[in-house]
């Protein structure tokens, strides 16, 4: 009755189909973006179509600062968003499961969320100085409070029965964590994985570029002050297809830690 | 042991305020086989959560093996109502029944010994790597069933555990859970709608009341220890007993009966 | 003249003092990166380090706490920082406008523009890249020298890139752009009603370089090197035009042909107190001070 | 009773760090870290009369009316992309594309689009913090429970009233997550909208502190977002208990202790 | 009428491929109460969502009043064996009646009617206005039936809707669900685990094989059309019939049971 079978064909085909869908939109985007400087629907030096865009960007990745700076990007946004994540999980599942401590808290936290990192560039120079340190503070503090706040609503949203069996079988609050709560926070983890890898690029990237630690930013904001309009262009691309690329990895291990889950497991039964 | 004293509770909250236990006082020695029924609503599940630490009493108290209940017991083990939604997504089958052992810090192969020996007893030994969702309800109940037998506790509350399986699977399960009982030396609190389930597991029915709730009948079953499905149930003491059973729910019933079906 | 070389002055040589200095990636800074080239820090025992930077956002924080020894700013920032008592102190000039009516930077119309002169823009909107700064003062200058009343200009902050693009759509009617943007800005057929720098003052002083009120208390010979560093430096720039436009391609991305055109600014080894003291004066007339700041105190 | 515990609860924490700080910073020298007692008084002369109504008024409109248009579209467009699995292929590398776009860049590109004035702004606003909504809503569709589904399509409940009662709703928790994250978002990207293109409201003002080094008056705005930050969480808890009553019902019922 | 032809199902993914249905052939004429029992996990579940056109089939056919299904029939209501994840928690119970009238396009004073009158006729008048995760399991499963019931569908199809209330209940429920087949003239497949219920509610009881699942008997019950519980229960065609179905369901289990409990 049961046999371990190899994945259905069905299931590849449709991950092709949909690898080539989202190929086709981007490529319907790059269209746009090539098409409506070309017939004037903006001006076309401050804003070149792709093509020009991306011949700009080939001539970047001949250059060894280009790659420097792009890893020295990923280098600053890899190491906020570990520590925005981390911290961020600790903090969430914490709040979330302790409701005094999270109302005891909220007023502090909502203080604090809005104040923007360009608001606090000088503190975190006076601090560090204009450095990778500098940076990595502002991401972290953007980061941090999407990831704990996706946590704390993952964690509420705990089916009570199942927390109630957990209790009921005297689970510690470590095996709880582990077994009851992350697992069903998860698809909120997730989300708050995706929301604070865009929101830690960005900052990675503003940072440097106000602050001018080295990095894609500061390339930018060099391009900015040179009127070099294509390289700007190239660099923000860069920065995009930094983020679908992460976006990729992120879906890929999502599938594979929520394949429990209702919304992938409606998409695995054969129809 | 469990001990209810006086025990009340009220629901209240977005615009209902509902008495689920009205008085209800007894008591269940330790190792007894106990069964509870009732009409549907009358605060069974309450009771069982109450007596699990999983909620306050509004007033009363509720003791287990001579501890106040403030929070879940030690060794107590709750088999829910709802079986599909106390039974972790996220988890295989076997990982379920195994999760409690691993938290009580169990080696793993004791674990996976226990947690296949609950499997197979519930008739599950080959869907042991399957996740919940992809079993049928009954299925599902049965592992949740399995989870219990294999945790080995000390006190077991189950809440309507064979709603969902056929009346053959019943019927084993009822003489596993006997066995099981006899095994380990439980205090078993049982509730269920079958009235000839209640006469024939346990040694005594407690007969609820319709809201506001109490203790309608307290009736000691006297039938020998071992029983078995064909001899015990045409046995005439299980007749008269039934009879019993079910003269006292219909007179439970009758003056709720103003809204009761057509 | 700081011709002679004194290595010994510093005592010892054997460790040369690292230096951080906070620049902005533009032309304006270029004697320092050449000096530095040339050798003239480290002939005098300094290791410097140029950090470009967004602008004074970054630089003036950074340097009050000492993360760097000194820092770039313009002329009105400086006296900004000064009213607040901002402990910094400036050391030695930055970059003058040439004086003459082709400037490093302009104020820009466009061509079919019924704009004919600064003071046809009283009621007009005027972009500048940063408001209440050294842009709109000196707008505001050649305004009152045409005749116009400046307290009826009207201003909006777009960044120098987003400034041309944003006239030709007609959103604003006038705009003050420096190298490279005023290259690009005539390419495109704009067209310039007045050198706003030179109106402000004569041989204005746009930005200079400063310290810490800490480090000039307490290291008064390492910015005493650097004072004169950054003079040789200044001076030979300013006599080495072509030098310059090479070395201005190894901190920005100005294109080549871009660079071999435009106008550069003038860079004195001396600072034009005069222009700094009517810049002040300016700037509480507009309203950007409530008091003339201590002038003297501020500069060297 | 349970009242004065939850307010005594939300200004407990707050009162100690503020003391914390006001005697920590008592006498500061330094000049980007000025005690709080200059910074609050810097407050009650900045933020008052004129100040308010011309430069922060503005400000809050617009972000106001960002913010709504952001969840609105992030809805809307979440639960296309959540319910369609093609449009959720074909439009999703786009939107990563997008997504990772730091909105200081990218608001040339706005001003390239659509001009100076408040349109670009609020562009800004809800180009920022759209995705925190749309992603969430994306989430909160596709992992809605199958039987409930199956429920309305048995009972052929479709279109508009299955949209109501069905995806919105089991979209609710996560939607209410998405604008939590976005409330706060707002407010940064008010500011960051003020930094270009400006000539008024409460970033550009802040900025203008900063840049004119009013240091001071510069913590008095930041300390004026964080209080709007608290105001705004304070209506947006309100509007949430009425929304999602039945999902703190359901999950509280059970946790009593 | 309902026509299942040759179907099959089979379930893959996550590792595991279990066939749910093996080759299932039956008709069920208009107006037919029929009552289908079957082993736990044998494919009663399955069955029913491939007939409400949840569920594609791997092959065969099923069609419902002359059309094939491909998405759920018209006139077609189901009443989940998940009955408290059938209800939506964010509607209160009379708003989870009415939404399917809504959707009918049914004014609000006749919905409101037909509500009420469901309520009413499973007992539970005064619950109208809580939310379901508020009510007790059997009220739950009630709120479910009452909508199926308020909803006057033509084909009616139910997954062991009593399972969760108590006997009482369950006599009268049944009682409910006769009359109102009766009433309505509806086609009905019932699935139960309690062969007495299929026994005394059908008009027919289709014994299912375990898995891979086929007919195993198809049983025509020749009870008269008005029913009792005290009379029809104690008729000795009753008993007889009931025993019929009982020796096949044994026979039907025995060869699976190499994994039944202990
Ligand atoms: N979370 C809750 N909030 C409010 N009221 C509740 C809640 N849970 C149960 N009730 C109410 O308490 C009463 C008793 O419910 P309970 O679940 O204990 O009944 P029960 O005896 O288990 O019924 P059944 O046999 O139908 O499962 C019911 O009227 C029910 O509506
Ligand atoms: N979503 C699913 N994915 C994979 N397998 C499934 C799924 N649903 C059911 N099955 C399998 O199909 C078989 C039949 O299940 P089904 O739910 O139809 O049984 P059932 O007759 O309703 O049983 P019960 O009386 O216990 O409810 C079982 O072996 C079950 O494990
Ligand atoms: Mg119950
Ligand atoms: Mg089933």
């Not at chain 4, 606003?125 to 429970?145: K, Q, S």
């Not at chain 4, 009662?165 to 409330?183: C, E, F, N």
Request: glycine content about 8%; hydrophobic content about 50%.
């Amino acid at each position: 009755m049961v046999a371990v079978a190899a994945r259905p064909p069905r299931v590849t085909g449709r991950r092709f189909r949909s690898v080539t869908l989202g190929a086709a939109g981007l490529l319907g985007f790059a269209l746009v973006l090539e098409v409506a400087p070309r017939i004037g629907i903006v001006p076309i030096d401050f804003a070149p179509p792709t093509s020009q865009i991306l011949v700009t960007l080939a001539d970047q990745l001949g250059q060894e600062s280009f790659w420097t700076a792009l890893l020295r990007t990923l280098g600053t946004w890899a190491n906020g968003l570990l520590i925005a994540v981390v911290a961020g999980t600790a903090v969430g599942v914490l709040l979330g499961s302790l409701p005094l401590l999270h109302a005891a808290t909220a007023t502090t936290v909502e203080f604090l969320r809005p104040i923007p990192s360009v608001a606090l560039i000088p503190l975190v120079i006076v601090l560090y100085g204009p450095t990778v340190r500098s940076t990595l503070v502002l991401v972290v503090y953007a980061a941090f409070w999407q990831m704990m706040v996706q946590v704390v609503h993952g964690v509420v949203d705990v089916d009570p029965i199942a927390r109630d069996t957990a209790r009921s079988f005297r689970l510690g609050p470590w095996a709880r964590v582990r077994y009851v709560i992350w697992p069903s926070a998860l698809p909120y983890v997730m989300t708050g994985i995706r929301l604070a890898a865009a929101v830690a690029l960005i900052l990675t990237v503003t940072g440097e570029l106000v602050i001018g630690s080295p990095g894609l930013g500061k390339e930018i904001d060099n391009a900015q002050q040179s009127n070099a309009v294509r390289v700007v262009y190239a660099l923000i691309v860069v920065t995009g297809i930094l983020g679908v690329l992460i976006n990729v990895v992120i879906r890929q291990v999502e599938r594979r830690v929520l394949a429990w889950h209702p919304s992938a497991r409606a998409e695995a039964v054969v129809r | 042991m469990l001990e209810v004293r006086n025990l009340h509770k009220v629901y209240d909250g977005h615009g209902r305020r509902v008495t689920a236990v009205g008085d209800l006082t007894f008591t269940v020695p330790e190792g007894q086989f106990a069964c509870v029924v009732g009409p549907s609503g009358c605060g069974k599940t309450t009771l069982l959560r109450v007596l699990a630490g999983l909620l306050p009493a509004t007033s009363g108290e509720v003791s287990v093996r001579g501890t106040p209940v403030t929070a879940p017991p030690k060794d107590l083990a709750v088999v829910f109502q709802e079986y599909g939604r106390s039974l972790f997504p996220w988890l295989r089958v076997r990982a379920n029944v195994e999760l409690p052992l691993k938290a009580a810090g169990m080696g793993r192969a004791e674990r996976r010994k226990l947690a296949d020996e609950a499997l197979a007893a519930v008739g599950l030994s080959d869907v042991d790597n399957a996740y919940p969702w992809q079993l049928s309800g009954g299925m599902q109940q049965r592992v949740a069933i399995a989870r219990a037998i294999a945790y080995q506790p000390k006190v077991l509350l189950m809440d309507e555990p064979f709603a969902a399986v056929d009346a053959q699977t019943r019927a084993d399960l009822e003489d596993l859970i006997r066995a099981v009982w006899q095994r380990l030396g439980v205090t078993l609190l049982f509730v269920t709608h079958d009235i000839d389930e209640a006469v024939y597991l346990g040694q005594r029915v407690i007969v609820l009341s319709a809201s506001p709730t109490t203790v309608a009948e307290d009736l000691a079953i006297d039938l020998p220890a071992t029983r078995d499905q064909l001899t015990t149930r045409s046995d005439a003491r299980f007749t008269e007993l039934r009879g019993q059973v079910y003269a006292r729910i219909q007179k439970v019933k009758a003056p709720a009966s103003e809204g009761a079906p057509a | 003249d700081s011709s002679e070389p004194s290595p010994a002055q510093s005592g010892g040589a054997a460790q040369p003092d690292k230096v951080n200095a906070g620049v902005i990636a533009i032309l304006d800074v270029a004697p320092i990166y050449l000096g530095k080239e040339k050798g003239f820090f480290s002939k005098r025992n300094i290791d410097l380090t140029l950090t470009t930077a967004q602008g004074g956002a970054a630089i003036a924080p950074a340097v009050l706490s000492g993360q760097y020894q000194f820092g770039f700013s313009n002329a009105i920032s400086l006296l900004l920082a000064k009213s607040q008592n901002a402990p910094l102190k400036v050391v030695c000039n930055g970059v003058n406008s040439t004086g003459a009516a082709e400037d490093f930077a302009g104020l820009y119309v466009k061509p079919d523009s019924p704009v004919q002169s600064p003071k046809d823009l009283v009621g007009k909107t005027v972009a500048a890249n940063t408001l209440k700064n050294i842009v709109d003062t000196s707008v505001r200058a050649s305004v009152k020298k045409d005749g116009g009343d400046p307290s009826q200009v009207k201003f909006t902050e777009l960044p120098f890139p987003e400034q041309l693009a944003a006239l030709q759509a007609g959103r604003v009617d006038a705009i003050f752009l420096v190298e490279p943007f005023q290259s690009a800005a005539v390419a495109a057929g704009m067209r310039k009603i007045a050198s706003s720098y030179v109106d402000a003052a004569p041989n204005l002083t746009v930005a200079m370089y400063f310290t810490s009120a800490k480090l000039a208390g307490e290291n008064p010979d390492l910015v005493a090197r650097f004072t004169e560093a950054m003079k040789e430096s200044l001076a030979y720039a300013d006599a080495h035009g072509d030098e310059v436009r090479d070395v201005i391609g190894t901190y920005t991305k100005i294109e080549e042909p871009v660079r071999a055109k435009m106008t550069l600014p003038k860079w004195p080894a001396e600072i034009n107190r005069a222009s700094i003291d009517a810049l002040a004066d300016a700037a509480v007339t507009d309203g950007l001070l409530t008091a003339k700041p201590d002038v003297a105190g501020l500069l060297p | 009773m349970r009242f004065l515990l939850r307010a005594l609860l939300a200004v407990g924490l707050p009162v100690v760090l503020v003391a914390a700080w006001w005697f920590g910073s008592a006498g500061s020298q330094d000049f980007y870290w000025p005690s709080l007692s200059t910074i609050v008084d810097a407050f009650g002369r900045t933020w008052t009369g004129a100040m308010f109504t011309e430069q922060v008024f503005p400000s809050l409109w617009r972000l106001l009316v960002g913010y709504l248009l952001a969840v609105v579209v992030g809805v809307a467009l979440g639960v296309l992309i959540g319910t369609f699995r093609s449009v959720r292929s074909l439009l999703e590398p786009v939107l990563e594309f997008l997504r990772a776009f730091p909105p200081p860049v990218l608001v040339p590109a706005a001003i390239l689009l659509s001009g100076i004035g408040d349109r670009t702004k609020i562009l800004v606003i809800v180009f920022g913090c759209v995705w925190p909504v749309l992603l969430n809503t994306i989430e909160g569709v596709r992992g809605r429970d199958e039987v409930l589904s199956d429920t309305c399509r048995t009972y052929r409940v479709t279109g508009l009233l299955r949209l109501r009662h069905l995806v919105l709703r089991a979209a609710s928790p996560q939607i209410v997550t998405g604008a939590r994250q976005a409330l706060p978002l707002a407010i940064i990207l008010m500011v960051i909208s003020e930094m270009m293109a400006a000539n008024e409201g409460l970033g550009f003002t802040v900025l203008q502190f900063q840049r004119g080094f009013q240091i001071p008056e510069m913590w008095s705005g930041v300390l004026l977002l964080g209080v709007i930050g608290i105001v705004l969480s304070l209506l947006f808890r309100v509007a949430e208990r009425s929304l999602l009553g039945w999902y703190h019902g359901q999950r509280a019922g059970q946790r009593e202790w």
